[in-house]
């Protein structure tokens, strides 16, 4: 079993456990129930938030405890957050509908002919007070998205957005202050 033979017994096991959790997550259908779910494996989430059918890969990583949500934070529908590093968003964060949170780069498995131009990297990703993401956005790695910051729906952001600040397009550039 190659997987076996890339990362170990006890990575695969861990996989097979966060698995079968992230399964029981899918049966939690009603927002309250998959907000006291994510929090009993370890997710702080606040007052007021509120997750719509949100869904995670890479559990086994950094997992549940790498997931940080402020108050009056809102998540869309059908986005997909990668858990292998930090994901935190501080307080009245809003995160429209099928946006992508990438944590992680890697290209495949050790020895892949790629691995040496794009190195597996990993990087948390911060959402500042009031931020707002437009729907079917993708975040990369280490990105910070400013106070206030506006990212219009379809970009593609790759860098740090500034506060207050509108960016949008692929890559995303600053557009114009805004506030």
Request: hydrophobic share 45%; glycine share 8%.
């Given at each position: 079993?190659?997987?076996?033979?890339?990362?170990?017994?006890?990575?695969?096991?861990?996989?097979?456990?966060?698995?079968?959790?992230?399964?029981?997550?899918?049966?939690?259908?009603?927002?309250?129930?998959?907000?006291?779910?994510?929090?009993?494996?370890?997710?702080?989430?606040?007052?007021?938030s509120i997750?719509?059918?949100?869904?995670?890969?890479?559990?086994?990583?950094?997992?549940?405890?790498?997931?940080?949500?402020?108050?009056?934070?809102?998540?869309?529908?059908?986005?997909?957050?990668?858990?292998?590093?930090?994901?935190?968003?501080?307080?009245?964060?809003?995160?429209?509908?099928?946006?992508?949170?990438?944590?992680?780069?890697?290209?495949?498995?050790?020895?892949?002919?790629?691995?040496?131009?794009?190195?597996?990297?990993?990087?948390p990703i911060?959402?500042?007070?009031?931020?707002?993401?437009?729907?079917?956005?993708?975040?990369?790695?280490?990105?910070?998205?400013?106070?206030?910051?506006?990212?219009?729906?379809g970009s593609?952001?790759?860098?740090?957005?500034?506060?207050?600040?509108?960016?949008?397009?692929?890559?995303?550039?600053?557009?114009?202050?805004?506030?």
């Amino acid at each position: 079993m190659r997987v076996v033979d890339e990362i170990g017994l006890k990575k695969t096991s861990k996989f097979v456990v966060y698995s079968f959790l992230e399964i029981i997550y899918h049966f939690c259908f009603l927002p309250p129930l998959r907000k006291l779910f994510l929090i009993l494996l370890g997710a702080r989430i606040g007052k007021h938030s509120i997750l719509m059918s949100v869904k995670f890969f890479n559990w086994h990583h950094k997992g549940l405890t790498g997931f940080k949500i402020g108050n009056e934070c809102f998540i869309g529908d059908e986005t997909l957050i990668d858990l292998y590093d930090q994901v935190i968003l501080e307080d009245q964060v809003t995160i429209a509908q099928r946006v992508t949170i990438l944590t992680h780069l890697n290209v495949g498995y050790h020895g892949h002919p790629l691995q040496k131009a794009f190195p597996r990297r990993t990087q948390p990703i911060l959402f500042k007070t009031g931020s707002v993401i437009g729907a079917c956005t993708t975040i990369l790695p280490g990105v910070t998205i400013g106070e206030k910051a506006f990212v219009a729906a379809g970009s593609v952001v790759t860098k740090d957005v500034p506060a207050n600040s509108l960016v949008a397009g692929i890559p995303a550039k600053k557009i114009r202050q805004i506030g």
